[in-house]
């Protein structure tokens, strides 16, 4: 910028040559110069500008699918984090009663084996029983057969009654050791006892008495032998009897055992509940209070011109939780927030355009092209939350409620287009474009939304919560002075306070 | 170079504009589209050529204007703006530049300087398009805008040296162009 007038003065004007004076002569030009405004360069721009923000909105489109995808996965991933918490509560529960199983079946097999080796020590013992018995009773028989060949030596004729009778009672014995009958073998050798007592006794008697003792000592054994068959079912009854008897005495320790433990369980787990109330900021208390900051992204839906139209916003602030029964909470607060929103409205309404430009008569044309809506807000929410499941650590919960919006401030942006006659050539046709801007200040609007919301609040330490809630804000009344419908969506994200 | 100060209506016009509100773009484009083209037009060859480079400016202004710092002149930033968008216009177009033969024309004392002082906005600027890309671009950097050629060869990728051999090129070629014009002229004048 130095150089441009060194050396210029009139004087020299004459030797300068002609790109000098060309020089000279065009920054002159240049400082005044100014083309006039061509509609078609505009047309142009206008275009490129439509291409520019189709573009731009493609890439908030595809930004916005980012940030629902983000949120679509952080949600998932909080739910199937909590969805894993609950599981692992719910496994360490059954374990617990697994284990509790296990020590219960443990202690009713210990218990039956313990029955089992009774009763086996029983076998053993009437096994031992049998063999004493069996021992006696072969000292018997020994006895038996000396008696026997005595009485062989004496009378003849006897001895093949007797060997009957001997083999009868080996039968019998034999018969007594398989079935374990140390009764009947008993009673059948004190007969056979007895019967070869008086068989040496009565050697000189006549022969058809012999007989017809024998055949009494045939039928004595018969029936000796049909005593020991019952009697051998009755060993066999007491034994069953015996190990019924034994299952009756078993069975209800069996019941009564678990009984014990689930009494200190319930004993203790009371204890600890006690403890992790106290402790744990998640868990159900009545009278509880909850203070917590909440964030909320979200997305403000509403119709321009027939479109569905959408915008980011978020939101801050304070709210606050009481819990009036075992598994409901009050939840209120306050959340301030801003919403914009861009209403196109293309219809042109017949107005009387003096109040856009004094100098035009009444027939006139104001077009509203589009007004640009900036609320600052408070949202009032009040909501009722069902804690639906419970764990130690996490709650889930659904909600629903009312928003009530105090308006902070309500700004309104508008342009219109003002077609008017000239005043003098009504022929003449001029438009003038003007953008009014009013403001209105603190208003409530009570009852604005329905609300319902889902989510889960998980513990994060002593005192502290992490609640993150996926809602919805039906439109109850139209919003603001203007009058639009605008639906919220969103993820509100809260750090409570347990006190 | 004073700055000069926003008016109320440019401010509101490009607080309208960082809103990305379409009618004060369209305003901001109307408002400053005479000062705007005046400077394409000076370093593009054609009206075509300066109506898009002036469009590509605007569209810079308008995606660049929450960087404008309203302290400054915003005169000034919308120049710069298409002075850059100029040179990088042709830098894209002409891939390397050509050493153009200048038929030189004898440096002597004329009697054109009348004629110089008569001619009107149009045909100057008609005269300076006619000039080749490149010297066009460095007359207008060194003349006009006033800077220097170092300054001009950092802008443009060249050396310092090759920016004055453009500016003396480019005044040869001015001094030849005038003398057609002017020989037109006279010729129109003497009939």
Known sequence: MKHIYDNQNGDQNHHKSSEERFTERFREVVQNYEPVFEPADWSAMQSKLAAHNEKDRKAVVFRRLAVFATMGAAAVILLFGGYQFLDNSSNTISTQNSNQGIAFQENSIRNQNSINTNSTDDKTNTQNNLAENLAKNTNQNTQNKKDTQNFTKTKSYSESKIEESNNNQKNNSLITNTENSNFSITSSNNQLASNSTFNSNKQEQLTGSLLNENSNINSNINSNIEEAKSNKMLSVLKLEKQKFDLFADVKPKEITLPKLEIDETIIASTNQNEELIRKNPVASAIGKWRIGAALMAMTNIYKSNGKQRMNYTNGYGVMADYQIAKRFNLSAGAVYTQKRIDIEEPLSIPTIANGFNPNTNDDAWVKKNKTQINWQLLDLPIHLRYNAIQTDRNKWFVSAGTSNYFFLKEHYESDYTVSTQDIYDPRLTRTQEVVRQRETQSALQLFATINVSAGLETSLGKHLTLQVEPYWRFPVRSLGSEGVFVQTGGLLTRINFAL | ?191
């Not at chain 2, 593009?44 to 590509?56: I, W, Y």
């Not at chain 2, 300054?151 to 443009?156: C, L, P, S, T």
Request: net charge positive.
């Open chain 2, 1 to 191: 170079m004073k700055a000069i100060e926003l008016t109320d209506i440019e401010l509101r016009l490009i607080e309208g504009c960082r809103k990305k509100h379409a009618k004060s773009q369209e305003m901001l484009y109307k408002h400053f589209y005479g000062y705007a083209m005046s400077i394409s037009l000076r370093y593009c060859k054609s009206k075509d050529e300066a109506s898009e480079v002036l469009n590509d400016s605007f569209m810079k202004v308008f995606t660049k204007v929450h960087q404008y710092d309203t302290k400054k002149s915003f005169r000034g930033w919308l120049r710069r703006i298409i002075i850059n968008t100029a040179i990088d216009f042709y830098r894209k177009n002409e891939k390397h530049t050509h050493h153009l033969d200048v038929e030189y024309a004898d440096r002597e004392e004329d009697s054109t300087g009348d004629v110089i002082d008569q001619m009107s906005a149009d045909e100057i600027y008609a005269l300076v398009q006619s000039l080749p890309n490149v010297y066009r671009i460095t007359f207008n950097l060194y003349e006009i805008e006033g800077y220097s050629h170092e300054e001009i060869g950092e802008q443009m990728g060249i050396p310092a040296g090759t920016s004055r051999s453009n500016l003396s090129r480019a005044k040869q070629k001015l001094r030849l162009l005038i003398k057609e014009h002017f020989g037109k002229k006279y010729e129109a004048y003497i009939r």
